[in-house]
């Protein structure tokens, strides 16, 4: 299960950075949310397919590939869910993504947490 979580998630992000909110669409839960911590902000999906795809037609769209110091996988006891932790090496900042297996692994959430860690 891990090998096809893996795999998803290397799909959906370089879906993310190459700005195909098709594909985002296939790997994102249809309740999928992108929370801010720190800005207080909740994003849908939906807003971001529009946001995405405004940026990629006017050429704007240059996501960073941020530099991971490290990523947990805590899986569920049947495998079916799946809470990432991962730390960013430049500013110390951590991000959680939460997936879950229904007939393929899709991400329901992406969390960039309030406080720093200093691992």
């Given amino acids: 299960m891990e090998l096809l979580l893996e795999q998803s998630r290397d799909i959906w992000a370089n879906a993310f950075f190459t ?15 992108v929370i801010y911590e720190q800005e207080g902000r909740v994003e ?53 993504e939460h997936w879950i297996y229904d007939n393929g692994w899709k991400i329901t959430e992406l969390r960039f947490l309030k406080s720093k860690n200093h691992f």
């Fill in 19 to 33: 700005g195909n909110y098709d594909v985002l669409a296939q790997y994102e839960h249809d309740k999928f949310k």
């Fill in 44 to 96: 849908s999906n939906y807003t971001r397919y529009d946001r995405i795809a405004h940026a990629v037609k006017n050429g704007v769209w240059k996501p960073q590939n941020p530099d991971v110091e490290f990523e947990e996988f805590e899986f569920n006891r049947d495998e079916t869910e799946c809470q990432i932790l991962i730390g960013l090496d430049k500013d110390k900042r951590l991000i959680q």
